[in-house]
């Protein structure tokens, strides 16, 4: 028996039932994680940039804003509904996740049987937010690329313009949030030249007709060239696995498909791409232009192109992190064979086969390793997998007709690239919190492509939705942050940031260190302003006092005048208690001139963990 896989599941009678148990229940569960884990200076930069522009600054031209800048527009949003507090920011990302939840059910719906659909979407859920549940951009563009994809599955199956113009707005919002929207953008642009390519049909005496295939070669070469481009100084191995491998198996079956498609000559060809193509960049732009507006208004577009196209190179220098080595993919090489495997043999004592290989997996890393080991196998078995599975999913594509179902094999094609081109968000920052930001994305691509061979079968297909489910419930969901994805070790215990703007639970640690400091430089601080530095934004915000400089991290405007322009802004704001970071993970710590100045200014202080507050009498 196999997985039932029937692209019209959602219409069935029952499916509506099941799409309500299944929301409900991932929403409670989020919610009730929802005030869990933090990373402070995360939590700190989103909350700082939301509260600078509730007070009228616009991100890029009064701040240094880490992202695009409609994040911090839209937690101010969330600070003015729910008051200034880090919960404040998690409602707003929950109100959202609302709305996703439904997104994934329809995708995987689209894929799979109402139970299958109900499936993944547990996974989905139960691999993102709650294993780190802060408001970070990366979410919503998780969230706005399951949108477009929602809404160009619906467009492959009943056409209609409207559908390419929401997918395009879904895309403008995500850039709005982050630039890494652009990935989704690519990804869909890619959809489109396949979708105009006409199957090549029996029979069928239309022309080949290079020119065009051409052109689209031009373009890939064109990304290709760009992605090279931004990732020079980081191509080792492990990057070309994980962030050149999709792009370019993905780019070769698009001009693979285009090139051996009959068709019109290459201007009409043209032309029905830009019929498709258009009203998708219609809708990418009223976002952004709704974005940019002020900022034209303002005479700030340099600042914003500046802030947004700029900073990135400083951010790709300071916060870079390689990916687990190639051998750490080995898992999921071995997650792959069984699955090949049991597509191929199918139900029957064979498919059993397969369950039971399966379970001798986990078995023998317990026994080799512990439980420690286990995790480690888990983890890397679907985290290191994306690759593999754009690799597994274009090679069934490349293999099966389209002409057999050509709206199954654009579906496949289009979750594909979708998850293909959004794994890239893990560069070049590659820590393990990034693969849940494309979790999801990977999943639905995973299946769209197994169900053009049938699936596996009905017993593996339930072991290991069960087994991933169990792992996330047991270990991931109520790990700290700092640890997911590395190793299966407890956190310390939890306890509330007994702040006004806290109301978050924190490893008691950071609770004790963060109350003392407030309260040390609150008892202090005279006046509205003081300063923090290097890269302390949660101080400006859970103290309540303002930030007398551009900066939320320093590395994002590295200036060879900081010394002075800090110490400045310090006396022209008659600034009388600052704090120092003596562990700064991105930016340069406090230069001797800067670090002289300070002692000068403030010769009292007090060091509490790894922060010193500074005052004067």
């Not at 609302?98 to 995708?107: G, L, Q, R, S």
């Not at 949030?177 to 990804?187: L, M, P, S």
């Not at 105009?196 to 060239?225: M, N, T």
Request: charged share 15%.
């Amino acid at each position: 028996m196999r997985v039932s896989i029937d692209p019209t599941s959602s219409r069935r009678p029952g499916w509506m039932p099941v799409l309500l148990i299944v929301w409900v229940a991932s929403c409670a569960y989020v919610f009730y994680l929802l005030n869990r884990n933090w990373i402070s200076h995360d939590d700190g930069v989103l909350a700082q940039s939301a509260e600078r522009v509730l007070r009228g600054e616009m991100p890029h031209r009064d701040f240094a804003d880490a992202y695009t800048g409609g994040l911090s527009y839209l937690n101010a949003a969330g600070f003015g509904i729910f008051g200034e507090h880090l919960m404040a920011l998690r409602y707003g990302l929950f109100a959202f996740l609302v709305a996703w939840v439904p997104a994934v059910f329809y995708c995987a719906s689209r894929l799979v049987s109402p139970i299958g659909a109900a499936a993944v979407t547990l996974l989905s859920v139960l691999w993102t937010v709650p294993n780190y549940p802060a408001a970070m951009p990366s979410w919503y563009n998780l969230f706005f690329a399951t949108f477009g994809a929602a809404a160009l599955l619906r467009y492959s199956e009943r056409g209609g313009r409207g559908w390419l113009v929401v997918a395009g707005v879904m895309g403008g919002c995500s850039v709005a949030v982050k630039i890494t929207g652009c990935y989704y953008i690519a990804a869909c642009l890619l959809y489109f030249v396949i979708h105009e390519a006409p199957p090549a049909r029996a029979g069928d005496d239309s022309a080949i007709r290079p020119a065009y295939a051409w052109v689209v070669g031009a373009l890939l070469l064109g990304l290709l060239a760009g992605m090279l481009d931004v990732m020079r100084g980081h191509l080792a191995p492990e990057h070309a696995y994980h962030f050149l491998v999709p792009v370019i198996v993905l780019s070769l079956l698009a001009l693979r498909t285009v090139a051996s498609a009959p068709g019109p000559p290459i201007r009409r060809r043209l032309g029905r791409l830009w019929g498709v193509t258009w009203p998708f960049l219609a809708g990418l732009a009223i976002p952004i232009a709704a974005f940019a507006a002020p900022y034209v208004a303002h005479n700030a577009m340099g600042a914003l192109i500046r802030g947004v196209f700029l900073s990135p190179e400083t951010r790709l220098a300071a916060a870079a992190y390689s990916p687990k080595p190639l051998l750490g993919a080995f898992p999921a090489v071995l997650l792959a064979i069984l699955v090949v495997y049991a597509c191929r043999v199918g139900g029957g004592p064979r498919g059993w086969l397969a369950v039971a290989l399966w379970v001798i997996v986990p078995v023998a890393a317990l026994a080799i390793g512990g439980l420690e080991y286990v995790y480690g196998v888990t983890w890397a078995s679907v985290a290191q997998a994306i690759p593999l599975a754009v690799l597994g999913g274009a090679a069934i594509l490349w293999l099966r007709p389209r002409t057999e179902d050509v709206t199954r094999w654009e579906q496949s094609f289009l979750l594909l690239a979708i998850a293909g081109f959004s794994s890239l968000i893990g560069f070049p920052a590659a820590l393990p919190v990034y693969f849940c930001y494309s979790a999801p994305l990977a999943l639905l691509a995973i299946v769209s492509a197994l169900r053009l061979v049938g699936g596996p079968p009905q017993p593996l297909a339930s072991l290991l939705t069960l087994y991933y489910a169990a792992f996330a419930l047991l270990l991931l969901n109520t790990q700290s942050i700092h640890e997911l994805g590395w190793t299966v070790a407890r956190p310390e215990p939890l306890k509330p940031l007994d702040l006004p703007r806290g109301r978050v639970l924190v490893p008691a640690s950071d609770a004790v260190e963060y109350e003392a400091v407030v309260a040390t430089l609150t008892a202090h601080a005279r006046g509205t302003f003081t300063f923090a530095g290097p890269d302390l934004p949660e101080i400006y915000f859970l103290a309540g006092l303002r930030n007398p400089t551009r900066s939320l991290f320093d590395f994002l405007e590295p200036s060879a005048t900081r010394t002075e322009r800090v110490l400045g802004a310090i006396d022209d704001n008659h600034i009388t208690a600052v704090v120092t970071n003596g562990t700064v993970r991105y930016s340069s710590p406090l230069s001797p001139d800067l670090e002289a100045g300070l002692e000068s200014r403030f010769p009292v202080t007090r060091t509490i963990g790894r922060l010193t507050v500074r005052w004067r009498e």
